[in-house]
Structure formats: C-alpha cells, structure tokens
C-alpha cells in the first residue's frame, strides 16, 4: 500500500517511528506479521511482512480480504497510520503556528475530540463544549472528485454563514466540508500558499457562529 503525502515526513515524526534510511518497522498481531515502512520523497510505502513465511501477506493487498486476522491487522496498521499522520499534523508549522494563535487569543488549548482517533486535533468553545475548528489529513481526489491528483493535504474544517460558504466554495482553496455538516461547515486547504490573516479571520468567525448558535438553541427552548 502507497500513500503520496503532501510533504515529507518531518524529522521529528521519521524518529519518533523508529526509520532508519527511510525504512522502518513495527511488530503485528503478537509478533507473527510486521509491518514495514519504507519513506522516499513525499510518499510512504506500507508491507505487511509474514515473519513464518518469510514473505509479503498478500491478503491485506485484497480488498474484498474479510477474515478475522486479515481484518484485525488492518486495525493496527490503520492505527499506526493515524497515529503516524497525527504527527504529522502537529509538526505541521502552520498548525504550530495557529495552536499558538489560539493560545494566545482565546485561551484554549487544543482538543482531541475522537476517542479513536486522538491524532486528530482541533479546537472547542469550551462554555458549549462544541468545535469550531479540526484539522484532518485527506486525500485531495476526496475533496475534488473530477481531480486526478492522489497526494494527502490537510485541511482545517471551519464553520460559516450557509450563504457564505456558498458563495466561497471554489474547489481550489475553498470545498465542502470533508466528514461534516456541508451547510454549516466547509474545508479550507492548508499549505504555503494560505494566507495568514484571512484563516485567523475566518478562525474567528467560526468560534463566533459557535457561541451564538449555542446561544440561540437555548433561547428558543
């Protein structure tokens, strides 16, 4: 299995997983497979190795693969995966950057709103307990489905006026929310080309139509 990053692998995360020349490896379902890593440029080859036969497990390759082993080591590879991607997230300096913004104009640290999935992070109002803000790594086919791009972006799901997001959506920067309410919500891609002031202004936004449609929820009970 092949997945195209959108960039390489931090330092942090390449160490932090064990790789070594770009290679690594976990040990899988009680030291009977292994999972092996290799990383070259912005993409990260995974193999699920059969240690008693001394060969690649071709079964985890089938899709339509059901069985209990199969899909149990299809489990943990997903969760080292995630885990691996969450990493990334964080090592990202424009998700350091704006952790910090957060930080510092509103207080809030950042939330890990899945259990499953505590890689992921975002941020909550906390007098509602409700996010405005999540970060989550996504295929870019997903976002635009006539694109034949196969690399993984990040985007940062916001919330916004229904007639607004309407009227951003272009499919380039702006797309329906990927995972979320699409009337409520959209994605914004984050890379070199997000322009600072515009993300922290349509950050704030999103934490104000947060607290107010909480507020107005409760008026009308």
């Known amino acids: 299995m092949k997945i195209k990053l959108g960039q390489p692998l931090?330092?942090?995360?390449?160490?932090?997983?064990?790789?070594?020349?770009?290679?690594?490896?976990?040990?899988?379902?009680?030291?009977e497979f292994e999972l092996r890593m290799t990383m070259s440029d912005q993409e990260l080859e995974l193999v699920v190795y059969d240690l008693a036969m001394e060969e690649p497990y071709t079964l985890f390759e089938v899709?339509?693969?059901s069985g209990a082993l199969v899909t149990a080591l299809r489990q943990q590879v997903d969760d080292i995966l995630n885990r691996i991607l969450g990493q990334q997230i964080q090592d990202?300096?424009?998700?350091?950057?704006?952790?910090?913004?957060?930080?510092?104009?509103?207080?809030?640290a950042p939330a890990h709103p899945f259990k499953r999935h505590p890689?992921?992070?975002?941020?909550?109002?906390p007098t509602v307990d409700k996010l405005f803000g999540i970060f989550l790594p996504?295929?870019?086919?997903?976002?635009?489905?006539?694109?034949?791009r196969t690399d993984q972006v990040l985007v940062l799901n916001l919330k916004g006026k229904?007639?607004?997001?309407?009227?951003?959506i272009d499919n380039e920067r702006y797309f329906?929310?990927?995972h979320m309410n699409k009337k409520h919500w959209f994605s914004l891609l984050?890379?070199?080309q997000t322009d600072w002031d515009q993300l922290t202004s349509l950050l704030a936004e999103s934490y104000r139509l947060t607290q107010i449609g909480r507020a107005s929820c409760r008026e009308r009970v």
């Open 10 to 31: 931090s330092q942090a995360t390449l160490a932090e997983w064990g790789f070594e020349n770009g290679q690594a490896r976990h040990v899988l379902a009680e030291g």
């Open 63 to 65: 899709a339509s693969a």
């Open 92 to 108: 990202n300096p424009l998700v350091e950057r704006l952790v910090e913004h957060v930080k510092a104009t509103y207080g809030l």
């Open 119 to 125: 890689e992921i992070i975002g941020f909550k109002v």
């Open 138 to 148: 996504v295929d870019y086919c997903r976002l635009d489905k006539t694109s034949s």
């Open 162 to 168: 229904p007639e607004h997001i309407v009227e951003r």
């Open 176 to 178: 329906p929310a990927y």
């Open 190 to 192: 984050l890379d070199a």
